[in-house]
């Protein structure tokens, strides 16, 4: 499959980004059963038979879905790899996704041209996590079909740099699939990642709080509660740059002025009982846009008929009417 026929196989052009203790074959399922990709990641199952146990669910539901469609739109699933060599299970879950000819693989940390060659070999679709330019150059040598540009104020291991700025650098090397990550939370947000040069929506946090979502009910309340002003940036909790929910340091009972001033690495909850991601919690920016925990399914059909209502009228009627005075 090339990322062409991906597109086309998905209703609007949005990509449920895969998130760790988050992300479920039921929520990978209902995505896919609206025409939206679902995925979720290889290291968020236990153990590699786990991981397997998911792929044999999810490629099994495809097909009962596919079988009773009658016509609707049944989008393809996406698998996270983490292809560096510090990933122990990195081999096995390769041959896993290989073996079960995972239509995408979103890949992240290295991309290294041997795992990418076998993933064309059966004809997935392989799209790399960047943060930066510099990132994509290294992905793209390396022959991944495209990139997941990682900007400011996405949820998990984020970018730094601004949405536009990112997209802008990364067109100037690439003229192929770009998937637009951080902070979006409505249709309307998809097709105006797609009027920045996007073909792809990559949305995380939004998803956190749905019903199929593993995510404990207290961070899907907190996401509820937050709002962008509650996400702390910083790269000494677990060692990477991530967003974390300011409400989940403070009950892991970490000094966030200390935390402020901390190098880079993993600092240690002041509670011992606080394990980062299981209970101090990560989410983006897009937080304040979120005040309910629907099932996926309702969720994807609000995305897509915000999308389509978007894709009407993308200027509001006040905006054209001021456009249309004469200036002096
Ligand atoms: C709770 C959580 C867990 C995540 N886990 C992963 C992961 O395991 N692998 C990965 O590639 N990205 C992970 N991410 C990043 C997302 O795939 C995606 O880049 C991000 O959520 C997009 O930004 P948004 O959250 O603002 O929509 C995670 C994000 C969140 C919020």
Known sequence: MNVKELAGQLEIPLILAPMFLVSTPAMTLAACSEGLLGSFPAHGTRTPEVFEEWLIETTEGLERLRGESDGKMIA?????????????????????????????????KGAPPDAVARIHDYGGVVLHDVANRRHAEKALEAGVDGVVAVTAGAGGHTGTINPFALMNEIRRIHDGPIALAGGMTTGRDVLAAQVMGADFAYVGTRFIATAESSAPFGQKQMIVDSIATDIF?????????????????????????????????????????????????????????IDDIPTTAELCRRLKAEYRAAALHPISNDVIDQMAQPSG
């Open 233 to 289: 940036f910083s790269a000494s909790v677990d060692g990477a740059p991530a967003n974390w929910l300011t409400k989940s340091l403070s009950a892991a009972g970490i000094d966030l002025d200390v935390l402020r001033t901390t190098r880079p690495g993993k600092v240690i909850a002041a509670a011992e009982t606080h394990k980062r991601w299981k209970d101090i919690w990560t989410a983006g920016h897009g937080v304040g846009n």
């Open 76 to 108: 393809p699933f996406a698998v996270n790899l983490v292809v560096h060599p510090s990933n122990p299970r990195m081999e096995g879950d390769l041959e896993k996704c290989i073996k079960y000819r995972v239509p995408v693989v979103l890949t992240s």
